[in-house]
C-alpha cells in the first residue's frame, strides 16, 4: 500500500535468479545490501523483494530471486524504446559485475533477467503479493527472519508513516490510524 501511495509508477523490472544455495542468510543480505549500494551510488530509484525460487515440483528448491522494481513512469514516459532498453541492460550489467565481485559466474550461479513493465501500477500486486499472489508464500512465514524489501532513491525517502495512517483511515476510519491509537 506504501508503495502504491507514493504515486510514482515503476517502468521496469530486473529479476537475478541464483541457481545456487547459500549456506547462510547473512550472505544473502550481504549480496543484496552491496546491489542495493550500488543502485543507490548511481542515484537509480528501485524497490527490491527477495523470494524463495520453487523447482519443476512447485516447491522451494533452497534457492533465492531477487526482483528489482526501477524507474518512475512521471520522469520516463517520453524515453525512446531504445533509450529504456539501453538503460535496462546497463542497470543489469551493474548489478551482474556486482555478483561477480562476490565470486558467483553469469549463467552458472545467476542469470539476469530485465522487462519493460507495460503496467506497472498493476505489477505492484504481485510483487508485494496483495490479493490472490499471497496464498502460500513460503518466505512470509511468520519467524523466517528475513526482511523482504529494501529500496533506493525515492521508495526510500519518506512519508511511510503518514501513508500508512492513510491507508488506515480510509479503511478502518480514525479510530484505527497509528496517531489515534498513540493518544489513548
Known amino acids: 500500500m506504501i508503495l502504491q501511495r507514493k504515486g510514482r509508477i515503476p517502468t521496469i523490472e530486473i529479476r537475478v535468479n541464483f541457481f545456487i544455495q547459500f549456506q547462510f542468510k547473512k550472505y544473502i543480505d550481504e549480496l543484496r545490501e552491496k546491489i542495493r549500494n ?13 523470494e524463495l525460487t520453487r523447482g519443476k515440483n512447485g516447491k522451494p528448491n533452497n534457492t533465492v530471486h531477487f526482483h528489482y522494481l526501477i524507474g518512475d513512469k512521471e520522469n520516463e514516459e517520453n524515453l525512446r524504446d531504445e533509450e529504456e532498453e539501453r538503460r535496462r541492460q546497463e542497470i543489469a550489467e551493474f ?15 545467476f542469470k539476469i533477467d530485465t ?4 503496467d506497472g501500477e ?3 500486486a504481485y510483487f ?28 526510500e525517502r519518506g512519508e511511510e508513516e503518514q501513508l500508512w495512517d492513510e491507508y488506515l483511515k480510509e479503511r478502518y476510519g480514525e479510530k484505527y490510524s497509528r496517531q489515534a491509537k498513540k493518544r489513548r
Open 38 to 50: 550500488c543502485l543507490r551510488y548511481r542515484k537509480i530509484n528501485a524497490v527490491a523483494v527477495i
Open 95 to 109: 548489478i551482474e559485475k556486482v555478483c561477480e565481485r562476490q565470486g558467483l559466474v553469469l549463467n552458472r550461479d
Open 115 to 118: 522487462r519493460k513493465l507495460w
Open 122 to 124: 498493476q505489477y505492484f
Open 128 to 155: 508485494v503479493k496483495y490479493g490472490k499472489y499471497g496464498k502460500d508464500i513460503p518466505l512470509f512465514i511468520e519467524g523466517l527472519n528475513m526482511q523482504e524489501f529494501t529500496q533506493t532513491g525515492w521508495f
